[in-house]
């Protein structure tokens, strides 16, 4: 009777905690936090939509009002969706134009519902004064604005200097908007710390920048030490304008994953990546979209036990012609987009839906002077108009870095015209880097040639397009030496380059400021050093802008000149883009030759200097073989 009581007993005990057993699993499971990210960065302005060629066809692709759209669908599903920009949110369209007053591009991703996003290189192409403006007109606005954070400005060290004038207004900008080194968001049930990077390449890419930073990696590091030991949060994220690049040992975000092990999740902008899979290192994922906003990066994590976070899915959604746009925010982006006629483009007797020209051309893609080292038309009729537009020019240079959208078949607007080169402000502060007169010798020019042989495969934005200079260069050959001919054409005709002649160069502001650093960046090898027309280096080249009756010459308008001037081939009233530019013109020639002849002919210093250092190296080698081969017979000898 007792046995039976007691497995009576047992069996109601056993049934009573089945059911726990079966809720006990269902709370662990609810316990897991998970966390759903949106994310951008380097969208330069694209506030509408544009078309562009997608895999061989012209489509009309990305759009604040389709990313609202996506970002309402998401939110729809998890309100509690963090939404980051990687930063560069701004120049490359004409909404740019009127950056400092309107702030369009800051209030329109707080409309959107951006949390964080940090500064970009170009957010600081309108100088100190420029940006400082921004974030005020941005806070004065009044309306819904993103926590804007970056934690490796050296504040401590332009303060030691005493801060410049441009210094003090960023510093008055920062201190109206809110900048910080970090914030955190509740999502949810869920703390997150969203820290921001400022990378040393981004340094180098804006030469307008007045400020001081920190090692980004070093900076970084200790502010993930701050929050862990001043906040309660379950995950940290860091927005980085810093990069990823194909060589790891270089990719600028993953030396920072590799260092700060504690960051969850990094936001890569600057170099434009679109990574279809995130790259992982151990507990550190990094993520990119992309650039203008033509896909908008989507992702979601779950915490594990041990406190950090797994990546449980991923996609990068294209901002496709598919996706309705959001019409309020289409209204407000329009809104915005009128203030640009009359605060910008009326200066220039121009309307940004003017027609220019009609294009029948297929001119090259964006990625194709990136992917391609070979002559482009993009980049052809780009140099052609600026030195259309300059008399007596003898070479115009164009870097690839430089050039912001191709153009499409069909009519060429300002609008388009504007895109394709939009970076900058001159020195009058208006929008849009100012055409430079330069000189160079022609010793230099050859060197310039060089540079795009030798160096552009490993910084694609230095390769260069030239009117009235051309060369041909073997990609086999030895670095620095690639370059086997190299000429300059006039109406034609051949002319000899001479090495000690003065040469008149055309170029816009920013790469004859960048010209100006090859001899940093080369550690002295290569010197490329803009002269006035008495052959004295040139100090300020601000001095030397284009102007007409007083006014800059900027490179767009110079670009959009230029299209007026084709012929008008259909009669029509509207000029023709010209059939010239249907084929290529050996300004740029590849001459890819395995031939033991070709690959050794003209030698110059450079490769003198090479192979000299080669034969030391050798030389070393060797000595350091008959070193250990005596110390070891001493060795053998000691030992008999």
């Not at 959604?317 to 605060?343: G, Y």
């Not at 200066?347 to 220019?356: I, K």
């Not at 009756?549 to 110079?558: Q, Y």
């Not at 000149?561 to 023709?576: A, Q």
């Amino acid at each position: 009777m007792i046995i039976r009581k007691r497995i009576m007993s047992l069996f109601l005990a056993t049934t009573l905690l089945v059911p726990l057993a079966q809720i006990t699993p269902l709370n662990a499971e609810s316990d897991t936090k998970e966390v759903d990210v949106m994310f951008t960065h380097d969208t330069h302005s694209h506030l509408d939509s544009f078309t562009t060629n997608v895999d061989g066809e012209l489509q009309e692709v990305g759009g604040f009002a389709r990313i609202k759209t996506l970002i309402n669908e998401q939110k729809k599903e998890n309100p509690d969706t963090l939404i980051l920009d990687g930063g560069d949110f701004s120049m490359g369209t004409l909404i740019q134009t009127v950056y400092d007053t309107q702030a369009a591009e800051l209030r329109m991703l707080g409309y959107l519902g951006y949390d964080v996003t940090t500064l970009g290189n170009h957010e600081f192409d309108y100088r100190s004064k420029g940006l400082a403006n921004m974030l005020k007109a941005a806070k004065a606005s009044g309306e819904t604005i993103p926590n804007l954070v970056v934690c490796n400005v050296d504040w401590d060290g332009m303060k030691k200097a005493g801060l410049s004038k441009g210094q003090k207004q960023i510093q008055s900008g920062f201190e109206t908007y809110g900048v910080k080194d970090y914030v955190v968001i509740q999502k949810g049930d869920t703390k997150i710390a969203v820290t921001g990077a400022f990378g040393k390449d981004s340094l180098k890419c804006a030469p307008t920048c007045e400020l001081l930073f920190k090692d980004p990696v070093e900076a970084v590091k200790d502010t993930v030490e701050k929050i862990k030991k001043n906040e309660e949060v379950d995950m940290i994220v860091c927005v980085s304008h810093c990069g990823t690049w194909e060589d790891e040992n270089k990719s600028e975000d993953e030396i920072l994953a590799k260092n700060v092990k504690d960051i969850d999740l990094i936001i890569s902008g600057h170099t434009h990546s679109e990574l279809k899979v995130p790259i992982q290192h151990e507990n550190t994922y990094i993520v990119s979209c992309g650039e203008y906003g033509r896909n908008i990066g989507s992702l979601s994590m779950k915490q594990s036990s041990d406190g950090r976070w797994d990546l449980s899915s991923y996609e990068l959604i294209p901002v496709s012609e598919n996706i309705h746009p959001d019409e309020k925010t289409q209204n407000r982006i329009d809104e915005l987009m009128d203030t640009v006629n009359m605060n910008y483009l009326a200066d220039f007797g121009y309307t940004r839906d003017c027609v220019l020209a009609q294009n029948d051309i297929e001119f090259n893609s964006l990625e194709e002077l990136y992917s391609k080292h070979e002559e482009s038309n993009l980049g052809q009729i780009i140099a052609d108009s600026f030195a259309y537009a300059v008399d007596s020019v003898d070479v115009a240079v164009v870097p690839s870095g430089t050039i912001r959208d191709t153009y499409t078949k069909g009519d060429i607007t300002v609008e388009d015209v504007y895109n394709s080169f939009s970076l900058g402000i001159g020195k009058d502060g208006m929008a849009g880097y100012p055409l430079i007169s330069t000189y160079l010798t022609g010793k230099e020019l050859k060197l310039a040639a060089e540079v795009d042989a030798s160096v552009s495969d490993f910084m694609t934005t230095a390769r260069l397009y030239c009117s009235g200079l051309n060369f041909t260069y073997n990609p086999n050959r030895m670095i620095l030496n690639k370059v086997t001919d190299c000429y300059l054409t006039k109406e034609g005709q051949r002319i000899e380059i001479q090495d000690d002649q003065l040469y008149h160069v055309v170029t816009d502001l920013y790469t004859g400021q960048m010209l100006g650093s090859v001899n940093k960046m080369s550690y002295g090898l290569l010197s490329l050093e803009p002269k006035d027309k008495d052959g004295n280096p040139i100090e300020n080249l601000e001095d030397h802008i284009i102007k007409e009756d007083g006014k800059e010459l900027k490179a767009w308008d110079a670009i959009a000149r230029y299209m007026c001037s084709f012929d008008d081939t259909d009669g029509d009233g509207i000029s023709n883009v010209s059939k010239y530019y249907a084929s290529t013109h050996e300004h740029k020639i590849v001459d890819d030759s395995m031939n033991i002849i070709d690959l050794i002919k003209k030698p110059n210093k450079f490769s003198a200097m090479i192979v000299a250092i080669i034969l030391v190296i050798i030389l070393l080698i060797v000595l350091l073989i008959l070193l250990i081969r005596r110390i070891v017979r001493k060795l053998k000898n000691k030992n008999r």
